[in-house]
């Protein structure tokens, strides 16, 4: 079954073989993606982007026979690094060279997906067409996309634990913690806060801060109507 001409074809960049097949099934979830067969090498690399003309990249920083980092300089594509490394070095250089995303190893399947359809978005705003031309609310727009997934109050597609996290905190009769929708969605209080923050970011919900006896401010959710 042959895919669509429209379709994004991504690349998995990365010498340990089993992550590169969870990163290419991670990616192949997102409606319109086209996963090509995973690489372990820079040289594999430049043979498949020259062959292939993927229109993104999950490159990792360490490969055997080049950095990622030199391979992300020289080649013409626009890239995801997907890296353990998490000095700030590494992370800056990632991104003056070009790297239109930053993901720490090891990561959720949805921080790579939502990231991914978030890319889709923006590559709609800001196509690779040299007939097009763009205004500078359509270039402000397209760096939101791809920076944090859309403009607030955006339509943005959202992972199955976010809106989970989102139905906890609109159908409460009563302003939630951290911990009430962690309790109620089944996940720890860390992915609940960390969603939860995304969505108080975005505009989705609100957030206000409760003093108890202890004095501490404690964060409280509610819906954004």
């Known amino acids: 079954m042959s895919a669509a001409s429209d379709d994004l074809v991504v690349l998995v960049v990365d010498d340990d073989f089993r992550v590169a097949r969870l990163h290419a099934e991670y990616a192949a979830r997102v409606p319109g ?37 030199d391979l992300l300089r020289d080649i013409d594509a626009d890239v995801f690094l997907l890296s353990a490394a998490s000095d700030a070095d590494t992370v800056r250089t990632a991104l003056r060279r070009g790297a239109l995303c930053y993901l720490i190893k090891p990561f959720a399947a949805d921080a790579l ?38 403009s607030p109050g955006g339509s943005r597609s959202r992972s199955a634990t976010e809106q989970a996290v989102l139905d906890a905190v609109e159908r409460a009769d009563a302003e939630l913690s951290a911990v009430d929708v962690a309790e109620r969605v089944g996940v720890s209080r860390a992915t609940a806060q960390r969603y939860l923050s995304g969505l108080a970011a975005d505009g989705s919900i609100r957030v206000q801060l409760n003093y108890g006896s202890t004095g501490r401010p404690e964060h409280r959710y509610l819906p954004r109507g």
Do not use: M
């Open 113 to 150: 997906t939502d990231r991914i359809a978030a890319f889709q978005r923006f590559a709609n705003v800001v196509p690779a067409d040299p007939a097009r031309t763009l205004d500078q609310e359509a270039i402000e727009r397209g760096l939101r996309i791809v920076h944090s997934g859309d």
């Open 33 to 69: 993606v086209r996963v090509l067969e995973p690489v372990g090498t820079a040289a594999a690399a430049r043979r498949a982007i020259a062959q292939h003309r993927p229109g993104l990249v999950l490159l990792d920083a360490y490969l055997p026979d080049e950095s990622g980092l």
